[in-house]
């Protein structure tokens, strides 16, 4: 992101990723604070937003959104994100949804395509908070068993609720009017 930055190949209205910070894959949430000062320094904090499953500080400024899950670590929507895809943010009180526009198809197709990394941790301390810590949703707590499987963490879903919610309620309304149709020609 920092090379990207320096190279002035981050513009309005880009959408920046930062992935594989979460408490697994960081190990941790590690700090964005120097990301988003540099977008802020580059004069792009109206301008640019910065998505992230690592965590913020009292000290961030921008449009920035943190502690992302499932983490890219563990196949969260966050991983499967490429370059070049149309992501729109909603970030009403009453909507708070992130949705990357690419079909059902596509979502699935780099789902099964998708590898985790290798855990930058690999013995230590780091590597016994990586096998323990609860997800950024579950408070990263290490000294409590997590209610999410990891079948449920690792499941990348291609849909915020919202959007889901918007597709159930065009099925019902088109059943709805699918059934006055019926009476009326009856």
């Not at 929507?77 to 949705?99: E, H, W």
Request: some cysteine; overall charge negative.
């Amino acid at each position: 992101m920092m090379l990207g930055l320096q190279n002035k190949e981050i513009k309005a209205g880009d959408v920046v990723i930062i992935r594989y910070e979460g408490p697994t894959g960081g190990p941790g949430l590690p700090e964005m604070l120097t990301p988003t000062s540099a977008i802020m320094g580059a004069g792009l904090g109206d301008d640019v937003a910065l998505l992230t499953d690592g965590r913020f500080s009292g000290g961030t400024h921008g449009f920035c959104i943190g502690h992302i899950t499932p983490e890219a670590q563990v196949g969260g929507p966050i991983a499967l994100v490429k370059d070049g895809d149309p992501i729109r943010i909603d970030a009403q009180n009453d909507k708070r949804t992130i949705d990357v526009l690419i079909s059902d198809e596509e979502w699935e197709k780099r789902r099964q395509e998708w590898k985790a990394p290798p855990y930058r941790a690999t013995d230590g301390t780091l590597f016994k908070y990586i096998q323990c810590v609860a997800t950024a949703t579950e408070g990263c707590v290490t000294d409590e068993i997590g209610t999410a499987t990891p079948a449920e963490i690792a499941k990348a879903a291609p849909k915020t609720p919202a959007l889901l919610e918007l597709e159930n309620r065009i099925k019902e309304l088109e059943a709805q009017l699918a059934a006055a149709t019926a009476n009326v020609a009856n």
